[in-house]
């Protein structure tokens, strides 16, 4: 199945290692390989499907084959409802207004930009709180100093789809009469305690965006076990319509249309197969990478349901002798684009860095990791035998470190000239 040795890169002897691209050895891929290529179903089902709704000229607006993938959402994650849209930020907005969130709200920096522009962009202060550097989630034990008079809700990510510490956020929540909501944006298919996530908090918002383990080309998905939440959150996706002429809310466009939700149902229809690959692949990271020194891989807990999706790999520079950032540029060399999310955290990026420009402080975690995590390919469009060469040209470059520290110092002097 795969044409390179299997053994670790450290056992192979000097002759059979190419020399890395940056040391003037040929790139491991003659085609960039990225992070979050997207995962594709049966292209028949989706002709099938698509077929459907020319014919039918029941394009958008609450469709069929919307109402459908709603309701094997709900059904699969087991929550009363779930209200899908054309994007999971637009779906956090509206998840976010729909509960009443106002003043201040906490989230973590470490996650997606989107997270916190939800909250900004309807005038809501973000409060930055720092993550556990074990989950990478909002750290239970930072959350009450933040809490003021005006803080009305906690936003909360499961970052690469490993939940968030659900029951002391929601302890801490119900102490306090906040609002507890999550972005589940990583998170379809990954369980707590059992429990799929979807079902958490006063609601949960999802997005199938192309990059995600299920996509709808750009979608996304609240779900929520509150009837009246729910009935506001349909209300807000259209214009606030609560019936022909009558409009009862402020609303806004939030629709997911006939093609996107074609694309989430085929893509549901193999997302078993999706998730098994994934697991392969990231099994197999976590062997080859670990072997290495100062390299580990972001773990799930094995009882539960996961999806995978993301292989994360924090870099311990001084053991590994490369930085996180060293490994990305080497890689880079070889066409492979390992991505370094959520680097450089958001309370770094606009309007977040003027505006709170002393957030740093209370951040050293989410500073330490967006130093030192890379996200590295994987998914239905990377092979066992791309794995094992990315896996040796990391190893190579750790065996080689001067060199390559030398050659990346003497790169960087030449883009000055
Ligand atoms: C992808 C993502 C979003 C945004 O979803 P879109 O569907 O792209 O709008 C929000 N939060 C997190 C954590 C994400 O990864």
Not at 27 to 36: K, M, T, Y
Not at 182 to 197: K, L, N, P, Y
Request: proline content about 5%.
């Amino acid at each position: 199945m795969s044409s390179t040795p299997t053994g670790t890169p450290q056992t192979r002897t000097a002759e059979n290692v190419r020399p890395l691209a940056l040391l003037g050895g040929i790139p491991a891929f003659a085609e960039p390989l990225h992070v979050g290529r997207p995962n594709i179903g049966s292209r028949q089902r989706l002709h099938e499907r698509l077929d459907e709704i020319i014919d039918r000229r029941w394009l958008t607006n609450d469709g069929p084959l919307v109402q459908e993938f709603e309701q094997r959402l709900s059904d699969w994650i087991g929550v009363r409802h779930a209200i899908a849209m054309c994007n999971g930020t637009i779906g956090l907005e509206i998840m976010i207004r729909a509960a009443g969130l106002q003043g201040e709200v906490i989230v973590p920096s470490f996650t997606f930009v989107a997270t916190v522009h939800a909250l900004m962009w309807q005038e809501i202060q973000p409060v930055f709180c720092d993550i556990d550097p074990v989950t990478h989630s909002l750290d239970p034990e930072r959350i009450e100093e933040l809490i003021t008079p005006k803080t009305t809700g906690i936003l909360a990510v499961h970052t690469w789809g490993r939940p968030a510490e659900v029951e002391r956020l929601q302890a801490i929540a119900d102490r306090h009469g906040l609002t507890l909501l999550f972005d589940a944006a990583h998170a379809i298919g990954c369980s707590r305690g059992g429990r799929m996530v979807g079902g958490f908090g006063a609601a949960e918002c999802f997005s199938f965006h192309a990059t995600k383990v299920l996509n709808c080309f750009e979608g996304g998905a609240v779900t929520t076990d509150d009837d009246r939440l729910a009935e506001r959150i349909r209300f807000m996706r259209n214009f606030g319509f609560a019936g022909k002429d009558r409009v009862e809310y402020l609303g806004s466009n939030g629709k997911m249309n006939e093609m996107s939700a074609a694309m989430g149902l085929t893509s549901m229809d193999s997302l078993t197969e999706f998730i098994a690959t994934n697991r392969r692949h990231w099994e197999l990271y976590r062997d080859r990478l670990e072997a290495l020194p100062g390299l580990s891989v972001f773990e799930h807990d094995s009882n539960e349901h996961h999806n995978y999706h993301y292989v994360v790999v924090e870099v311990d520079a001084q053991q590994a002798g490369l930085s996180r950032d060293e490994i990305v540029r080497m890689l880079e060399v070889e066409n492979v684009l390992a991505r370094r999310y959520f680097y450089p955290g958001s309370h770094r990026m606009q309007p977040y860095r003027s505006l709170q420009p002393q957030a740093y402080r209370v951040l050293p975690h989410t500073e330490a990791l967006c130093q030192s995590v890379l996200t590295l390919p994987t998914g239905t469009a990377v092979t066992t035998e791309a794995i094992e060469r990315i896996c040796e040209r990391i190893g190579t470059a750790l065996q080689e470190a001067d060199a390559v520290r030398a050659r990346l110092v003497e790169s960087a002097a030449d883009r000055t000239v």
